[in-house]
């Protein structure tokens, strides 16, 4: 199976501040790899899929990159609505497999 | 709009069974491929299961295989999330998801909002 792992686990960032997060596939998925947005009690928000493109209604500030075995996403001035987990997702395959999570917290 | 609404979580003993339920809204579930992804607490998301929407192709994470069955009802716009021989490590909050194309999932455009199931004596 495939395994994603991001980098780091715990972010901590103020508003205003470029934030990147990495995401490492065991082997590669070429760009079959979404990102999402996930706050307590809510339901995950789908932010980039096909590692680049950006999902209707996402804002601008949120890119995507990358191919073979190690992707990024990039938030170019975090707003106070960002602070959240992130994770990124695999579908190269049909066992489907997220990364653990990055937290994003207010420095 | 598209909406989904999970629903049929609770308190059941290990080696139990549930059956969870996710009601579609705003699009018509044959027309796409439907999955559940779970969050055990503390923990991140799981994919659990895959349907495909017109052809009822069924997937499921080697951990549920066996044990949990996914399927949908057309007429009632809904999917559903069979689990028997729950064990104790199934404890999770349950998400259903839609996919983006009706013959298999890759990456999920529209989410529940989850239902807690908890495995406990």
């Known amino acids: 199976d495939i395994q994603m792992t991001q980098s780091p686990s715990t972010l901590s960032a103020s508003a205003g501040d470029r934030v990147t997060i990495t995401c490492r596939a065991s082997?590669?998925?070429?760009?079959?790899l979404a990102w999402y947005q996930h706050k307590p009690g809510k339901a995950p928000k789908l932010l980039i899929y096909?590692?680049?493109s950006l999902e209707s209604g996402v804002p601008s500030r949120f890119s995507g990159s990358g191919s073979g075995t190690e992707f990024t996403l990039t938030i170019s001035s975090l707003q106070p609505d960002d602070f959240a987990t992130y994770y990124c997702?695999?579908?190269?395959?049909?066992?489907?497999?997220f990364g653990q999570g990055t937290k994003v917290e207010i420095k | 709009e598209v909406q989904l609404v999970d629903s049929g979580g609770g308190l059941v003993q290990p080696g139990g069974s549930l059956r969870l339920s996710c009601a579609a809204s705003?699009?018509?579930?044959?027309?796409?491929?439907m999955s559940w992804v779970r969050q055990s607490p503390g923990k991140g998301l799981e994919w659990v299961a895959d349907?495909?929407?017109?052809?009822?192709?069924?997937y499921y994470a080697d951990s549920v295989k066996g044990r949990f069955t996914i399927s949908r009802d057309n007429s009632k716009n809904a999917v559903y999330l069979e689990m028997n021989s729950l064990r104790v490590e199934d404890t999770a909050l349950y998400y259903c998801?839609?996919?983006?194309?009706?013959?298999?999932?890759?990456?999920?455009?529209?989410w529940g909002q989850g239902t807690l199931v908890t495995v406990s004596s």
């Open positions: 705003g699009f018509t579930i044959s027309t796409y491929a």
């Open positions: 998801a839609k996919g983006p194309f009706v013959t298999s999932v890759t990456h999920f455009d529209c």
């Open positions: 997702q695999q579908y190269d395959t049909y066992s489907k497999a």
């Open positions: 096909r590692a680049s």
């Open positions: 349907i495909g929407g017109s052809d009822d192709n069924t």
């Open positions: 082997q590669s998925i070429s760009n079959w």
